[in-house]
């Protein structure tokens, strides 16, 4: 069983929901990112999804396109990102890590390439934003040959045809993109979220995600009550800004306690959902 | 040109997927997959449907002042002693340039959808200007994104898109140029989509953008091919472009391409010389990859990072093509050259002085390709060059970098 299926049957069997955070690989550190890892699993976190920078994140709202930027800076590179998968493989061989990012440094990488180099280093799933099941084919086949998750998302605005053929093709999880917009920007609509789930529940057995527009304990209780997984990425980056601007000369693990705290707190919101 | 280069192939793309050969397609977030659905299926519906087409023309006619003349630039031609050059004068087109065929097409595609919103990015502000005029005719609030950068250099046009009750919204992302007031506008739209129409102003972006960005503008080449035949009796030898995204060129080149006897160059901003690696010329020395929802040459590193780019001229100064110039150069069917910033100046203040025609710096760089040509060319033969926008935006540039205080 992959360690993404271990994951949710694991879930599943204590009646829990799952809580994943998102950081960018390389903010605010490259030495920092592995420890935060670490950190953020001892907080709650059940799978990690891991942000690949890239220099045109299109997808991304203010506080993450910063992330990306920063992590550029720090000399990142998706080489880089997967060294530090293998970093992290070496003490955690259980808690399953997706990376999500953009197409073209895959492509630039190469396809069959990539998804090798991803699997030796211990990656689990792949959100790729802008590869739709439309483009998907150049690399779908070499991620299954080698075991790895292709994870679709499905937004608001997927109608309900097309979320049949997404799911015929995913696997994984199903990533339901909560808010129409960027990461971190919107509001919540839990009655929505809860119903589009439900529908997209009638056409898969697999387990769901949810994510944009999760900034604390209060969502993340609220849409934990329809998904099987909360996903939580800019109110955690903005958190460690929001550390980092507070004071002058702080060592990078107190930077990195303001996102353990809010994700602790968050579990505990999970914890408590309605369900 | 390979043997497999057929005049059938050039009506074969882009195919269902939005496909010219191994580039182009959708490469954009789920929320938009069905915005461009939509849009697909409304583009299919009225391409053939003879009341749009009339209310097309009829707009390209009475607002636009179409058709543009074909002006053979005699004292220019005289001067280079070769091929003789005759221009495309888009730059007489209601605003200043070709961009606003374009958006009169997509804004008719608004109306039709019902959106009360566009959003358009711009780099020359250009296509930002045109978007806001074609807004502002059909009432619609209309939002311009517009690196930082090219706010600063591209003042005039800024305030023009004020005057027109567009707001400019400034980009301080990444490269705070073009790419990234593109980034912007993917951004915008992804949150308003069900409101919102985007204007995109070139040739790229996800299927079908551009094809009937292509489509709108290729009433260029229509009109400068039955112009040359009544004009001069015969099909002109050659014909030059600038290429930034690539839309100015593609309406020319597309009704021309199964003319084989027809050479086609595009150029792009060679910047401070493609051996400095300051330039925005991913044709003429990036590889494939995928930005902006296509597939394409893109100027990028190892690790598949946009590489930031260079060009006097706002309007070039992007790292990506538009997919169809991609395939166009994979099977040779145009060439794909450079001209240099000190070039493209030098050819602004030729075309000035000696027809009194300002272009725009971004058709500079076409006409400094012209001239080296039309000197390598004998007098019986003919150039046409997309003579794409004027310049009176670039009169503050210009100066600046002659070391003048206007």
């Known amino acids: 069983m992959s360690r993404l299926s271990q994951v949710f049957a694991d879930l599943q069997a204590d009646k829990r929901r799952g809580l994943i955070p998102y950081v960018v690989a390389g903010d605010p550190s490259a030495e920092g990112t592995v420890p935060l890892m670490h950190s953020l699993v001892d907080a709650g976190a059940d799978i990690l999804e891991l942000g690949v920078p890239f220099s045109d994140p299109m997808s991304e709202g203010p506080v993450i396109q910063k992330g990306h930027e920063r992590a550029l800076a720090n000399g ?32 630039r990488f190469g396809y069959e390439a990539f998804a090798a180099a991803s699997a030796e280093a211990g ?6 934003v802008d590869l739709p099941p439309e483009e998907v084919d150049t690399i779908d086949g070499a991620l299954k040959d080698v075991g790895l998750d292709n994870i679709f998302l499905i937004s608001p605005t997927t109608p309900e045809p097309r979320v049949q053929r997404i799911v015929e093709r995913a696997r994984g999880f199903i990533y339901y993109v909560a808010v129409k917009g960027v990461t971190g920007s919107g509001e919540l609509d839990t009655d929505e979220v809860a119903r589009n789930v439900a529908l997209i529940r009638e056409k898969t057995s697999l387990p769901i995600a949810v994510g944009f527009g999760i900034k604390n304990a209060a969502s993340a209780s609220a849409v934990a009550a329809s998904a099987d997984a909360v996903v939580v990425g800019s109110a955690l980056i903005a958190e460690m800004e929001q550390k980092a601007r507070s004071a002058e000369g702080l060592e990078e693990i107190q930077i990195h306690s303001a996102a353990v705290k809010l ?8 914890d408590s959902s309605p369900s | 040109m390979t043997s497999e280069v057929t ?14 050969g ?17 849009l697909e299926q409304l583009y299919a519906r009225l391409k053939d449907d003879a009341a749009f087409q009339r209310e097309f023309d009829e707009d390209l006619a009475h607002y636009v002042g179409r058709p543009s003349p074909l002006y053979e630039a005699a004292r220019l031609s005289d001067a280079i002693g070769g091929a003789r050059i005759l221009l495309k004068r888009e730059d007489l087109n209601h605003t200043g340039a070709h961009k606003v065929n374009n958006t009169i097409g997509q804004a008719l595609l608004a109306k039709h959808m019902g959106k009360k919103r566009v959003i358009a990015e711009t780099g020359a502000g250009q296509h930002g200007v045109a978007s806001a005029t074609v807004a502002a005719r059909l009432g619609l609030e209309c939002h311009v994104f517009m690196g930082e950068e090219d706010i600063r250099r591209q003042a005039l046009n800024v305030y023009r898109m004020k005057l027109l009750g567009a707001q400019v919204v400034s980009v301080t992302s990444g490269s705070r140029t073009l790419k990234d007031a593109m980034n912007e506008a993917m951004r915008d739209w992804v949150t308003n989509v069900e409101d919102t129409f985007y204007i995109i102003g070139t040739v790229a972006g996800p299927h079908p953008y551009p094809m009937l960005v292509r489509d709108f503008q290729s009433v260029i080449g229509r009109e400068a091919r039955a112009q040359s035949l009544s004009q001069y009796g015969k099909l002109p030898d050659a014909l030059v472009a600038c290429v930034g995204g690539g839309s100015n060129a593609i309406g020319l080149f597309h009704p021309f391409l199964q003319d084989e006897s027809v050479v086609m160059y595009g150029v792009e901003a060679g910047g401070k010389g493609l051996e400095t690696g300051e330039h925005a010329a991913p044709l003429s020395v990036g590889s494939p990859g995928v930005l902006h929802g296509n597939r394409t040459y893109l100027m990028q590193d190892d690790n598949g990072q946009i590489l ?22 994979d099977i040779g069917r145009v060439q794909y050259v450079a001209a240099n910033d000190d070039e493209a100046l030098a050819a602004f203040h030729r075309l000035t002085r000696v027809e009194g025609i300002m272009p725009a710096l971004e058709t500079a760089h076409a006409m400094a390709h012209a001239e080296k040509l039309a000197a390598s060319m004998s007098p019986e033969q003919h150039i046409v060059v997309n003579l794409s926008g004027r310049g009176d935006k670039d009169i503050l540039t210009v100066a600046d970098l002659d070391g003048i205080k206007v």
Do not use: C
């Open chain 1, 263 to 270: 994700l602790q707190s968050i579990r505990v919101g999970v």
């Open chain 2, 308 to 329: 930031e780019t260079h060009s006097v001229s706002a309007g070039l100064d992007y790292p990506g093509v538009g997919p169809e110039h991609a395939w166009l150069k």
């Open chain 2, 7 to 20: 005049p059938e192939l050039f009506a074969s793309v882009p195919d269902q997927d939005g496909r010219f």
């Open chain 1, 123 to 128: 990656v689990d799933g792949l959100i790729t």
């Open chain 1, 76 to 107: 990142m590179s998706l080489h880089r990102v997967l060294s530090m998968v293998a970093e992290f493989r070496k003490d955690n061989d259980r808690t399953p890590i997706v990376m999500m990012g953009y197409t073209n440094p895959i492509e």
């Open chain 2, 22 to 38: 191994r580039f182009g397609g959708k490469f954009v977030a789920e929320t938009l997959m069905s915005a461009l659905a939509d």
